[in-house]
Structures are given as structure tokens and as C-alpha cells.
């Protein structure tokens, strides 16, 4: 995952895409006359990248095994291994997806979780997808690396009361109360390697989404995250079943579908 965005941008383009439609690689798609893509979605625009990568990636299977693997199928393999070299668990990834032939702007923006839920509303968001409630505690661990955007937790360092005020102020520093939307920190205080310093921040109140701290506000999920930052190995196991659970939400298969000769559009 190092290939693109230093590693954490192939985590979060293939959660992401994991997450929607049970990875049928959509999110890849460029906008066309026929439909609007979901790169420019709320939870996608400015944030997802490495889809470079991605098409060398194709075009490098294409030369050696033409028409046989799916686009779907490299990201789920991407998420993986991007784990595994952050220092994370290994997974056997299930193959044979298939690639969409469109992409829905307005599905992406529904399915995808916003940054300002309550933990009941994200709890249900991840319900509706089929994964529990403990799944979406394990995955939301996958915010051990990466960055996010300003105008993502802005509102939660000058507002909100629970959160560690030396942190905030550090925050501020580089996120004023206007503009600067695109100034990016830290997910944790670890974001290159894939550990449970996640957990351990949010038992600090250094979540850095509000949808991070609400895991651990003094409501239901309190005890699971007490148990990933003293026991890494359990975290581990939780996040690789979960991510294979979540690779397997409707999947496209058969006949259904296409394998796309370039990832960024349909053949």
C-alpha cells in the first residue's frame, strides 16, 4: 500500500469500496454522459486516491492473464496486503468477484457513513450492510492509519467537550475555525503502522472524528475497545473476519457483471 498515498490510501479505497456493494469496484468508475461516479460522493471527494496504482496494477494482470481478474477482486487483495505490510493481520481473501457497469453518486452518498453520526446511527448504518454492531467496532479500527481532511473534524476540536483539550489545541494549530478545509492530521498517533493505538487514543478522548469518539463516550462499545488496546491480538482477528465478512456483501459473481479491461470504465 506504500504505492499509493503511503500506504493508507489502498486501505481506505478498498474499504471503501469493500464497504459499498460488496467491492464491485464502482468507485473506480469515472463520471460518463449515463451516470455521475462516486468519487466526488461526501465521504469520497478529496479524501479516496491511488487509482494510478490501481490501473498499473490491472494493466500489469491484464498482460499476463487477460480478462480473468476482476478490478473487485484487486482491490480486495490491495486491502490485505496493504494491511499486512503496515504490520497488520493477513486474511485469505475470497476471489471470483466481478466489476459493476455503472456507479451511483446518490447511493454513495447514502450508504457511506457520515463524519457526525451518533453511535446508534452508525451502529445502523453498518446494519443495514449486514455487519454487527462489534464489526463496525473492529473496522473502524482500519483508522489506525491514514489521514483525514479539516473540514472532517472541525467541528468536533472547537465544539465538542469530549476530547482531550491539549489535543485539540494541537489540532487547531493546523485547522482554523474557517478555511483550510484540505489541511490533513493524523487518524492516530501511529498512522503508518497498523496496531491498536487506535483504541488506546479514543480511551484518551483523542478520537479524531466525532465517529471515533462515540466508540468510546460512555455507551455500549466502551468495554470492546478497553479490550483491543489491552489485547492487540484479539483486535487483529476482529478486523480480519471483519473484512471478510464485509467483502462479502452482494458481491457480483456468475454472469453478473463484467471483468473490466480498464478499471476506469466499463468495456
Known amino acids: 500500500m506504500r504505492l ?15 464497504f459499498k456493494q460488496g467491492c464491485d469496484a464502482s468507485v473506480l468508475l469515472n463520471d460518463t454522459t449515463s451516470f455521475t461516479g462516486e468519487q466526488t460522493a461526501r465521504g469520497n471527494v478529496n479524501s479516496i486516491r491511488g487509482f494510478g496504482v490501481i490501473d498499473n496494477i490491472k494493466s500489469q494482470v491484464e498482460s499476463l492473464c487477460p480478462g480473468v481478474v476482476s478490478c473487485a477482486d484487486i482491490l480486495a487483495v490491495a486491502a490485505r496486503d496493504s494491511v499486512v505490510a503496515l504490520g497488520g493481520p493477513s486474511w485469505t481473501v475470497q476471489l471470483g468477484r466481478r466489476d459493476s457497469t455503472t456507479a451511483s453518486l446518490s447511493s454513495a452518498n447514502s450508504d457511506l457513513p457520515r ?68 489541511n490533513l492530521a493524523p487518524l492516530d498517533s501511529s498512522q503508518n503502522t497498523f496496531d491498536n493505538a487506535y483504541f488506546k487514543d479514543l480511551q484518551s478522548q483523542k478520537g479524531l472524528l466525532h465517529t471515533d469518539q462515540v466508540l468510546f463516550n460512555g455507551g455500549s462499545t466502551d468495554s470492546q475497545v478497553n479490550g483491543y488496546a489491552s489485547d492487540p491480538s484479539s483486535f ?32
Open 4 to 18: 499509493a498515498w503511503e500506504h493508507p490510501s489502498y486501505v481506505s479505497i478498498s474499504m471503501i469500496a469493500l
Open 236 to 267: 487483529n482477528t476482529d478486523f480480519a473476519n471483519a473484512m471478510i465478512k464485509m467483502g462479502n456483501i452482494s458481491p457480483l459473481t456468475g454472469s453478473s457483471g463484467e471483468i473490466r479491461t480498464n478499471c476506469w470504465k466499463t468495456n
Open 115 to 182: 463524519f457526525d453520526l451518533s453511535l446508534q446511527q452508525l451502529s445502523d448504518n453498518f446494519q443495514n450492510k449486514g455487519l454487527t454492531t462489534a464489526e463496525m467496532v473492529a473496522l473502524s479500527g482500519g483508522h489506525t492509519i491514514g489521514q483525514a481532511q479539516c473540514s472532517t473534524f472541525r467541528t468536533r476540536i472547537y465544539n465538542e467537550t469530549n476530547i482531550d483539550s491539549s489535543f485539540a489545541t494541537s489540532l487547531q494549530a493546523n485547522c482554523p475555525s474557517v478555511g483550510g478545509d484540505s
